[in-house]
């Protein structure tokens, strides 16, 4: 029986990252980083409020910190991927953070420069706000288009291409001072189940993962990547039989013997969520946590549940007290823990200056024009050519907002038009007088019409010149192409039509029947749904190309 000392208990604190509700300094933030000294804070999209708001935040974790008697500061990470999971980017609630292009959208320009550009613009605005660590960038090859919750969020289906644009964004992040970490090793892209909901069993052998999914870490780590986050699914044909459900967080098999000894990662390994139910409904987060240390992390993350939190480091507690966690192993892994800090968490001077307002707005004002020319660039046609628009008014058919994944949902968000897509019908309005925005649902039964409201918007007066057609994943959200199907009889001969694949490309891939021009946008935010607009009205040419292999079914 080991008996822990404050310095232990002080040593165990630097191996988790905890997140916590609210604008402000929490109590219960407080209390994780006085009582169990805590090391590392994540920031959620719930705590931020504009970059001037971060920053004092971020100043009092710090400040409170130090008054705890912590030797170094805390390592205060975000998930800042850009596109579609942005924690630190402006909202149509809030503005704070420049919105810039995410993976598959930055793939599209065919420009790695470009990925990094956006990277480093966006780690610039990060660190004055005194953010230091950032879950980025996404190193899975999206193989599966089914995944439920990559997509997007990968930058294609080659894995050397792959690497090109994540060793591109790493460089961009470590350039502006703020801490990359790869995600999820060693590779979330083929599969269609979601980790946050279940656990994905992904049956590929040692060489396939090498040819396929380790291409991109591998990469990254000859290019000295700083940390490197492991991700919550199985691989029972690489682990062996009596460790084939064991998510890959919790894996030694993974997480010490083939990322540390197999391909020599010499930096801070940090896992992901541990409330995904991935690794809950079988061990609980508590339990996770310890497993997780034992296989190897050195930091493991609970993002939400203070009880989860404070009962993980308690279970912790006890394991190193029955020796069934190595307290030697533990401040082995503490070195690199404080080498990162040592690289990027700056001084405690530094940590608690005042914000540089100034230099915020200088940064801020390139990056507007980085983020337009990036967006820009990355709009691509998916099918064509694209019609000739006369004039006239343009109707817009957006789909009821329906779940993509827990990584990008907006749970704050009911409005079944959803905000990005009230955007793209300003973004025509302002182009194109008289734009109508109609809201499209799931026919009720396949022998039921498109709805009156509908029917009535295409017969106005004033015939529609043009119909955007939007869809959003509609590989996977089939009734999305059978409603166009129903409408298709019904759309004046005069009438030019685009789709706009507003999430993922594959939207057209199972219908071989649909015949319009599509554009895509590779994401759903206002700016590249602006993009879009411009390129589908002619405003400018689309430049961008389709990062995966694309055929019909």
């Known amino acids: 029986m080991v008996a822990l000392t404050d310095a232990d208990k002080r040593e165990i604190g630097q191996h988790f990252v905890f997140g916590f509700h609210g604008h402000e300094i929490s109590e219960n933030a407080k209390t994780l980083i006085r009582d169990y000294h805590v090391g590392n804070i994540i920031l959620m999209k719930r705590n931020v409020q504009s970059i001037k708001q971060v920053h004092g935040l971020v100043k009092s974790l710090q400040q409170f910190a130090k008054d705890c008697g912590h030797t170094r500061p805390l390592m205060i990470g ?23 292009p995410g993976a598959m959208a930055l793939a599209a320009t065919g420009d790695p420069g470009i990925a990094k550009l956006c990277s480093l613009g966006t780690a610039r605005e990060m660190k004055l706000a005194g953010i230091n660590w950032a879950y980025s960038p996404v190193a899975d090859v999206n193989s599966d288009h089914r995944n439920p919750v990559i997509g997007v969020r990968s930058f294609g289906d080659d894995p050397r291409e792959v690497a090109k644009y994540a060793i591109a964004v790493s460089s961009g992040l470590a350039q502006g001072g703020v801490a990359p970490s790869a995600k999820h090793f060693p590779g979330h892209g083929d599969t269609h189940v979601d980790s946050h909901l279940a656990l994905p069993v992904i049956k590929k052998s040692d060489s396939e993962l090498h040819e396929t999914e380790l291409v991109p870490f591998r990469a990254l780590i000859e290019a000295g990547i700083a940390t490197i986050m492991t991700g919550h699914m199985a691989l029972p044909l690489v682990v062996g039989e009596a460790d084939s459900e064991t998510p890959c967080s919790c894996s030694r098999t993974v997480t010490t013997e083939l990322l540390r000894d197999r391909l020599g990662f010499k930096g801070v390994v940090v896992t992901d969520c541990l409330e995904m139910d991935a690794v809950a409904a079988k061990y609980t987060s508590q339990k996770g946590a310890v497993l997780s240390l034992q296989a190897g992390a050195d930091v493991v993350m609970i993002c939400h549940t203070m009880e989860l939190q404070r009962g993980a480091i308690e279970e912790t507690y006890r394991a190193v007290e029955q020796e069934a966690l190595s307290l030697v192993a533990l401040r082995e892994s503490g070195t690199r823990v404080d080498e990162l800090k040592a690289r990027f968490a700056g001084t405690w001077e530094s940590v608690v200056a005042e914000l540089d307002e100034r230099r915020l707005a200088e940064i801020v004002e390139v990056n507007g024009k980085l ?183």
């Open 371 to 553: 983020s337009e020319r990036a967006y820009g660039a990355s709009t691509c046609v998916i099918q064509g050519p694209l019609p000739e628009v006369g004039p006239g008014p343009v109707l817009v058919l957006t789909p009821e907002t329906e779940s993509v994944n827990k990584a990008v949902d907006d749970d704050t968000e009911k409005n079944t038009a959803g905000p990005p897509y009230i955007s793209l019908t300003g973004s025509v309005q302002t182009r194109r007088k008289g734009a109508v925005h109609v809201v499209y649902s799931p026919l009720p039964g396949p022998e039921e019409d498109v709805p009156a409201e509908v029917l009535r918007a295409l017969r106005q007066a004033e015939c529609p010149a043009l119909l955007i057609f939007v869809t959003r994943n509609a590989d996977r959200s089939a009734w999305q192409t059978t409603y166009l199907r129903k409408l298709r009889k019904h759309i004046p001969e005069e009438t030019a039509v685009v789709v706009l694949a507003s999430c993922g490309p594959y939207d057209l891939v199972d219908a071989r029947d649909v015949e319009y021009a599509c554009v895509g946008s590779f994401e759903y935010t206002p700016a590249a749904l602006d993009g879009a607009a411009a390129v589908i009205l002619g405003e400018r040419a689309a430049r961008g190309r389709v990062p995966v292999r694309w055929s019909r079914g």
């Open 78 to 100: 975000i998930d800042q991927e850009n596109g579609l999971v942005s924690a630190f980017s402006s909202t149509h609630r809030y503005t704070a953070g420049t919105q810039f």
